[in-house]
């Protein structure tokens, strides 16, 4: 539908701030985004998600039971966690815009060389701004080289995709080209 396209676009939704995928019976916290109602909740990555509003989750769901934790800010959604060495508990949280954060970067140190390393998970609004500004931030920090990890990454707008590829390549540079059925 046209408003999940904006959100993807836009790289914002309402929702508590974690990616999951599934795993088994049940679906696993593989990040949580630092500032939303999951990180202030104290939910944390390999955390399992066992039931949604009460509604369990299994292999055959765990899709659609992720998307039901998306939903209009302001409402509440509750999660059954299971964590390793604990007792299932259950977390009641109300959702918020939640920005999904598409750059991330940092320092690296191999052995004396210093290694900036982004990473770009999506090609979104603002994402080709976000990643020269991470580019300027490491080149201020006198790296020697750079890694940019693109693993994971499912793709977006072409026009940010272009930014990003512009940071490195002289202007009219060719970054791609597409020819229809017909030749």
């Known amino acids: 539908n046209y408003k999940a396209f904006q959100q993807a676009r836009e790289g914002k939704y ?11 019976d049940t679906a696993r916290i593989t ?15 390999a955390d399992r998600v066992t039931a949604v509003d009460g509604k369990k989750v299994t292999r055959a769901d765990s899709y659609a039971a992720m998307q039901t934790v998306k ?3 302001g409402t509440k959604v509750t999660l059954r966690i299971a964590r390793d060495g604990s007792k299932e ?10 920005r999904r954060p598409v750059v991330e970067s940092r320092v690296v ?6 290694i900036g390393y982004i990473r770009l998970d999506q090609f979104t609004e603002g994402s080709a701004k976000a990643f020269r500004d ?42 791609a080209t597409s020819r229809g059925r017909t030749g």
Do not use: C, H, M
Not at 89 to 98: F, G, K, P, T, W
Not at 109 to 114: M, N, V
Not at 137 to 142: A, F, H, I, P, S
């Open 31 to 45: 990040k949580v985004f630092p500032e939303g109602p999951a990180a202030r909740a104290d939910i944390r990555a």
């Open 134 to 175: 991470a580019v300027r931030r490491l080149t201020e920090q006198k790296i020697d080289g750079l890694v940019f990890d693109l693993r994971g990454n499912g793709g977006g707008l072409v026009t940010e995709a272009e930014g990003v590829a512009g940071t490195f390549l002289k202007d009219g540079a060719l970054i």
């Open 14 to 24: 309402g929702g508590i701030g974690v990616e999951w995928s599934p795993d088994g």
């Open 109 to 114: 140190k191999s052995g004396a060389e210093r």
């Open 89 to 98: 508990r259950d977390y009641a949280l109300v959702r918020e815009e939640i």
């Open 71 to 73: 939903g209009d800010e």
